[in-house]
């Protein structure tokens, strides 16, 4: 055992026990039909966990349907995807890993082309294909970049619903049998456009300075951990600067980790950008 290399060494978050710490990060497919997981994901995954993997993440899902990145994407916002995610949730963990799935809405960058189409918003070779677009929503009505939708400012009343629908799909996770949740606060999505100075230019309780910045972060957090049990783990994904002198930070992460500590969230899953165009895969 002491020869045994840390990266392949159990490790106990809160109650559960990994049995090596390779964690599969989220990787989005594009593959899913109206939010429903199938027979594409349950090998993509799967293979990781038959692998070897301590824990094997699930893509981004969408908490509301219209916070899906693009049509293929995963959803968790209705009942009836609960089975989906439960026959992946139970094959991972039959072969000794740690389902977990991540929460998000992609905001401002909801409703986009599948990569493959081209990773922009959706033009007229899309709606051919039968990919609609949809009005996204941000903190404010500011484009991702020149020739993207224009995006809907949140009402405070919207945000109050928003929240709610991450509590509920984290019902539904849990239902579904993952035992890890990951809040997806990363890469220009829903949360990462209220953290940052560039995408959130708000002058009410969920914008302005860092704490306001922070609100819509924290208040989600705190919803989500709620409802996942206490001896589960929870972990928030963050882009930990945006690459702009202008925008979020590294301090400013320093900041947020700290408070999200406090509501209960056990790991920081940190990666980076993605608050200006479509750098990020998902
Ligand atoms: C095809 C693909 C899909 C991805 N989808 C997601 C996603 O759903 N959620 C997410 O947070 N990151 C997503 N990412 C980013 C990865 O999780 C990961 O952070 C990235 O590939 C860098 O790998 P590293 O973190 O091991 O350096 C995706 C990456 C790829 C290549």
């Known amino acids: 055992m002491t020869n045994t290399p840390t ?3 159990p ?3 809160r109650g559960l026990t ?3 710490r390779i964690v599969i990060s989220p990787m989005c497919q594009y593959t899913a039909h109206e939010g429903h997981l199938e027979d594409w994901h349950i090998v993509h995954l799967g293979r990781f966990a038959t692998g070897g993997a301590g824990v094997v993440f699930t893509e981004a899902t969408a908490v509301q349907k219209s916070g899906r990145i693009t049509h293929g994407c995963a959803g968790l916002w209705d009942d009836s995807q609960i089975p989906g995610h439960a026959r992946i949730a139970q094959f991972v963990r039959r072969n000794g890993a740690v389902p977990a799935v991540q929460l998000g809405h992609a905001g401002r960058k909801s409703g986009m082309q599948r ?3 081209g990773n922009g918003p959706l033009n007229d070779d899309d709606f051919a294909r039968g990919d609609m677009p949809w009005t996204p ?3 404010s009505a500011i484009p991702v970049a020149e020739g993207w939708p224009v995006p809907h400012e949140l009402s405070v009343s919207e945000i109050a619903d928003l929240i709610e629908d991450y509590a509920a799909a984290a019902r539904r996770a849990l239902a579904a049998g993952y035992q890890i949740a990951e809040v997806h606060g990363a890469h220009g999505y829903l949360i990462h456009s209220f953290l940052s100075p560039l995408s959130n230019k708000r002058d009410d309780a969920y914008g302005g300075d860092l704490a306001g910045r922070m609100r819509l972060a924290l208040e989600v957090t705190e919803a989500v951990r709620a409802v996942w049990p206490d001896d589960l783990p929870l ?3 963050t882009s930990a600067v945006d690459g702009d002198p202008e925008g979020w930070t590294l301090d400013d992460t320093v900041v947020l980790a700290r408070e999200l500590k406090a509501r209960g969230v056990d790991v920081m899953d940190c990666s980076s950008s993605g608050i200006a165009g479509a750098a990020t895969a998902g």
């Open 235 to 237: 972990f928030f994904r």
């Open 115 to 117: 990569p493959w189409f």
């Open 7 to 9: 990266l392949f060494r």
């Open 18 to 20: 990994l049995r090596n």
């Open 11 to 13: 490790m106990t978050l």
């Open 137 to 139: 929503v941000g903190p």
